[in-house]
C-alpha cells in the first residue's frame, strides 16, 4: 500500500486506509471469554512476512494489553481487542498507513481456557483504500499504462488503416492480417485500461473469482498475442511475399501451436493472475510451463525460418525484399535483447539483489505488453501497404545487368511463378533463375495494362526501392 499523502504520480494526496468490519455468528454461553483480535502491522517484504508469520498468532492472543508487542521485522504494530460477550462479538477497526510497503491485517479468535477457539465463525467487510482507490498499490501504474498503449495501438491502426485505404487496390491478404492484430492490440488494452479502471473505483477483488471485466481482458489480450505470433510466423514462412500460400504441413503444425498457445494462456492467466500481480508470489503451474514451451518453439521456428528465407533472397539477389527481412530480424534483434535485460533485472529482484519499490513494482507486469507493441508496430511500418504492394508481393526481381548479377544491385521486377504455383514447384522455380545465363536470352519488356481501364502502365525500377509492400 502507499502511505497516506505519499501517494504515486498523479495521485500524492489522499487517505490510505484499512477499515475491517466483522460480526461473529453461532455463538454460544461457552465463548463468553473469547476475544475477536485484529492485528494490523507493517513489514519490509513478503519474505519478512514469512519468517514471522508462524509466532503472529501468539503474539495477538497475549494477555498484554498495555504494551503492543512486536517482532522483529514488525513497525507501525496496532492491536484492537473485542471480547465476545453476551452471545454476540462484533469489530469495527480502522488502521490508516504511514508506511508504503507490505501492510498485513490478520484476525484471530483467541481463548484461554481451550486451543478450538479457531471454530468461531464470522462475516464481514475489508476495505483497502489507497490515495488513488480501491487498486492494490502493485497495479496502479497499470492505469496509466494500459491508457498510454492504447493509444499507441490506436495511432499503429490509424496509421495503417490510412495506408491501407489509400492502396486500396494493392491489397494483399496479408495487410488484413496485421490490421486485424493492430485492432485486437487496441481492443485488449482498453479493455485492459476499463478493467483496472472499474476495480479502482468500484473496489472489485483482482481474485477470486475474477471480475467480468478482467476475464474479458485476459480472453482478448491472449488473443491479440496469439495473432501476432500467428501472423509473424507466417511471414517468416515467407507467405505473401515470397510464396502465395504455405504447405498443408505448415498450415496444420501453425494452427496446432498457436491453439496451444491461446489456451494455455489463458489457463496460466487465469489459475497465477499474471496480470494481477498475484504471480509475484505465486509458483509456475502446469499452464505456465506449456505458455514457456509454446514461446520457445515460436522463437526458435522463427529464427530458423527467418534465417532461410534470408539467405533464400540473397542468393537469389532478391535485394528489395532481403531489406524487409534484414529489418525485421534486427527488430527481433532488438526484441531479444530488451528481454533479455528484463528477465536479468526480474531474476536479480527475485534472489534479492534489489527490492522494488512500491511505486515502480507494477513495472514487472508491463514487460511482455511492451515487445508484444514493438513487435506489432515493427510489422505494421515494414509490411505497410504501398502503391505497388501486389506487384511487389509476388515479383521476381531481375538485375539490370551482369554487373548486377554479382553485386546484389535492385533492378526491375518480373512476375513471380510464386503466385501460380503448387508447393511441391516452389523450391525448384525459386532456384531456376541460376541455371540460366543472361547471355542466353533476350527480354522484351512493354508496359502492363490496367486490367480494368486496359491502359498501359509503367512500371519503373525505383518504385521497388520503396520500403513496405
Keep these: 500500500m502507499f502511505a497516506s499523502n505519499r501517494g504515486p504520480i498523479f495521485a500524492r494526496q489522499g487517505d490510505s486506509t484499512i477499515q475491517i468490519d466483522v460480526e461473529g455468528g453461532n455463538i454460544t454461553q461457552d465463548m463468553d471469554d473469547w476475544r475477536l483480535v485484529v492485528l494490523f ?36 504494530v496496532q492491536k484492537q481487542v473485542f471480547p465476545v460477550q453476551n452471545e454476540t462479538v462484533k469489530a469495527s477497526a480502522q488502521y490508516i498507513v504511514n508506511t508504503s510497503g507490505w501492510t498485513n491485517t490478520q484476525i484471530f479468535i483467541c481463548s484461554d481456557r481451550n486451543g478450538a477457539a479457531e471454530v468461531l465463525p464470522f462475516k464481514g467487510t475489508m476495505e483497502i483504500r489507497n490515495p488513488f482507490g480501491l487498486l492494490p498499490a502493485v497495479l496502479y501504474g497499470m492505469i496509466p499504462f494500459s491508457a498510454l498503449l492504447t493509444v499507441g495501438y490506436l495511432m499503429l491502426f490509424g496509421f495503417f ?41 468500484t473496489g472489485e477483488p483482482v481474485c477470486c473469482p475474477y471480475p467480468t471485466t478482467f476475464l474479458v481482458a485476459v480472453v482478448l489480450d491472449t488473443l491479440m498475442r496469439t495473432l501476432a505470433r500467428l501472423i509473424l510466423i507466417v511471414v517468416c514462412l515467407g507467405y505473401g511475399i515470397v510464396r502465395a500460400h504455405l504447405r498443408r504441413g505448415e498450415v496444420v503444425l501453425v ?20 496480470s494481477s500481480g498475484i504471480e509475484f508470489r505465486e509458483k509456475p503451474t502446469a499452464w505456465t510451463l506449456v505458455q514457456l514451451l509454446c514461446n520457445l518453439m515460436f522463437i526458435m521456428w522463427i529464427h530458423y525460418s527467418l534465417e532461410q528465407i534470408i539467405k533464400q533472397l540473397s542468393e537469389q539477389k532478391q535485394s528489395a525484399k532481403l531489406a524487409m527481412y534484414k529489418s525485421l530480424a534486427w527488430s527481433l534483434a532488438g526484441f531479444i535483447v530488451f528481454f533479455t535485460l528484463l528477465t536479468l533485472v526480474a531474476v536479480c529482484s527475485r534472489v534479492g539483489v534489489f527490492d522494488w519499490d512500491v511505486e515502480w513494482e507494477w513495472m514487472q507486469l508491463v514487460a511482455w505488453p511492451v515487445l508484444n507493441f514493438i513487435v506489432s508496430a515493427a510489422m505494421c511500418v515494414i509490411w505497410r501497404p504501398t502503391k505497388n504492394s501486389s506487384q511487389f508481393a509476388f515479383s521476381m526481381q531481375l538485375p539490370m545487368s551482369a554487373d548486377d548479377a554479382e553485386d546484389g544491385a535492385t533492378g526491375i521486377e518480373m512476375p513471380s511463378p510464386f503466385a501460380h504455383t503448387s508447393d511441391s514447384e516452389d523450391e525448384e522455380i525459386f532456384n531456376a533463375s541460376d541455371m540460366v545465363s543472361r547471355d542466353e536470352i533476350e527480354i522484351e519488356l512493354s508496359p502492363a495494362k490496367d486490367m480494368k481501364t486496359g491502359k498501359k502502365t509503367v512500371h519503373h525500377a525505383d518504385d521497388d526501392d520503396e520500403e513496405g509492400l
Excluded at 496446432?256 to 499474471?274: C, M, N
Design 41 to 76: 502491522y507493517h513489514v519490509d517484504s513478503f519474505e519478512t512476512f514469512s519468517t514471522i508469520e508462524d509466532q503472529v498468532e501468539l503474539l495477538a492472543c497475549t494477555d498484554d494489553t498495555e504494551h503492543v508487542l512486536a517482532l522483529t521485522g514488525m513497525s507501525a
Design 161 to 201: 488503416s490510412v495506408l491501407l485505404v489509400r492502396h486500396r487496390k494493392q491489397v494483399i491478404q496479408l495487410h488484413y492480417g496485421i490490421l486485424l492484430v493492430l485492432l485486437m492490440g487496441t481492443a485488449a488494452t482498453a479493455a485492459w485500461f476499463y478493467a483496472f479502471f472499474r476495480m479502482n473505483q
Design 255 to 274: 494452427t496446432f501451436l498457436s491453439l496451444a498457445y491461446f489456451v494455455s494462456g489463458i489457463g496460466d492467466e487465469v489459475t497465477r493472475g499474471t
